[in-house]
């Protein structure tokens, strides 16, 4: 399989993560009439879809390491379940945190269930595997959330009509942040295996993960139709099918490019180089990576306030400074 080899290499793969990471959102800004529930159907099966071409392509080449089959069919079964109970928490705190945007806005949603997320990410990753500086690498987390916390603060100032800051949406985005934040050490105790015996590949991880998605969809997401947390009416099944081909597309790629940053960072996080704290902590750079698609793109700013402006400097430059010194934690 082709892996990392080096430093710079198993880098760029974590930037990678947060280029995909905070680009897949996009496809469902494509067709807005779709409701997320049922462009989540076709994001799941993407994302399956993304973990068998890179490992079938990737994961078959190289030298090191064994070939992708072989890999997935020698795989353990503790960390096969590690992976798959990822996937799923996964899945259930994705569904959550667009239902808390909806429900209570971005500017609250945002700050409490990705902050909330990432602080717990962090050091549980890094009590896992104690890569890098903790002093690097814990200030770091901290500029990101501060970063997290004047993106939010930008969307609260260009909003003309705020969200109220209802008890149901603080609760959603509180069990979103703590879902997302436990996801990750399940995929890093995946990616140890078991004692004395090889331990999984990032890409048979990614599969299983995948698969723990795609299962979990299923019930939490018909929940989800069924009683929406955004306070919507219910979402008609029978809508999927009557979606024009293209709206379906758009959710399978935007599955594929989430896949895409997920490989990248499993196969960083499984190195010594990097490890799991600072792979993870990046990652969720993706939140500057949205925030300059709806800048610079979808042009969500253009009649924004000078102050919403100003905070969105400021958020860019604690961004860089955080990640920049989460970036260079493992060489101290």
Same mark, same amino acid.
């Given at each position: 399989m082709l892996i990392p080899e080096t430093y710079v290499a198993a880098l760029l793969l974590t930037i990678l993560t947060m280029l995909c990471w905070g680009s897949w959102v996009n496809m469902l800004k494509l067709y807005p009439e779709f409701r997320f529930q049922l462009f989540y159907w076709d994001y799941a099966v993407g994302m399956v879809l993304g973990a068998v071409f890179w490992g079938l392509t990737a994961g078959s080449m190289g030298h090191e390491g064994a070939r992708f089959l072989t890999d997935v069919a020698r795989t353990q079964a503790g960390p096969m379940l590690y992976a798959i109970a990822s996937g799923a928490i996964f899945s259930v705190a994705n569904l959550l945190l667009v239902a808390a945007i909806d429900v209570a806005g971005?500017?609250?949603?945002?700050?409490?269930?990705?902050?909330?997320?990432?602080?717990?990410?962090?050091? &549980?990753?890094?009590?896992?595997?104690?890569?890098?500086?903790?002093?690097?690498?814990?200030?770091?987390?901290?500029?990101?959330?501060?970063?997290?916390?004047?993106?939010?603060?930008?969307?609260?100032?260009?909003?003309?009509?705020?969200?109220?800051?209802?008890?149901?949406?603080?609760?959603? &985005?509180?069990?979103?942040?703590?879902?997302?934040?436990?996801?990750?050490?399940?995929?890093?105790?995946?990616? &140890?295996?078991?004692?004395?015996?090889?331990?999984?590949?990032?890409?048979?991880?990614?599969?299983?993960?995948?698969?723990?998605?795609?299962? &979990?969809?299923?019930?939490?997401?018909?929940?989800?139709?069924?009683?929406?947390?955004?306070g919507k009416p219910r979402v008609d099944g029978g809508e999927y099918w009557r979606a024009p081909k293209s709206w379906h597309w758009a959710g399978i790629v935007g599955g594929l490019i989430w896949c895409t940053g997920g490989v990248a960072n499993f196969l960083a996080s499984g190195t010594h180089l990097v490890g799991p704290a600072v792979s993870y902590t990046i990652g969720q750079g993706a939140t500057m990576v949205s925030a300059a698609w709806g800048v610079f793109v979808w042009r969500e700013f253009a009649d924004a306030p000078r102050g919403a402006k100003f905070l969105l400097v400021l958020m860019f430059v604690f961004f860089l400074a955080g990640l920049g010194t989460v970036a260079v934690a493992p060489l101290y």
């Open positions: 971005m500017a609250v949603a945002v700050p409490v269930a990705i902050g909330l997320a990432l602080v717990i990410g962090a050091v &549980s990753n890094y009590v896992i595997k104690p890569v890098g500086n903790p002093l690097l690498l814990f200030g770091g987390v901290a500029l990101v959330v501060g970063a997290i916390i004047l993106d939010a603060a930008a969307y609260r100032k260009r909003e003309r009509t705020a969200k109220a800051m209802t008890i149901r949406g603080i609760v959603i &985005s509180l069990a979103c942040g703590l879902l997302m934040g436990c996801f990750y050490p399940f995929v890093a105790r995946a990616l &140890s295996g078991e004692p004395g015996k090889p331990a999984p590949g990032a890409y048979a991880v990614t599969l299983f993960f995948t698969i723990g998605l795609l299962v &979990s969809t299923a019930p939490a997401n018909l929940l989800l139709m069924k009683k929406p947390l955004d």
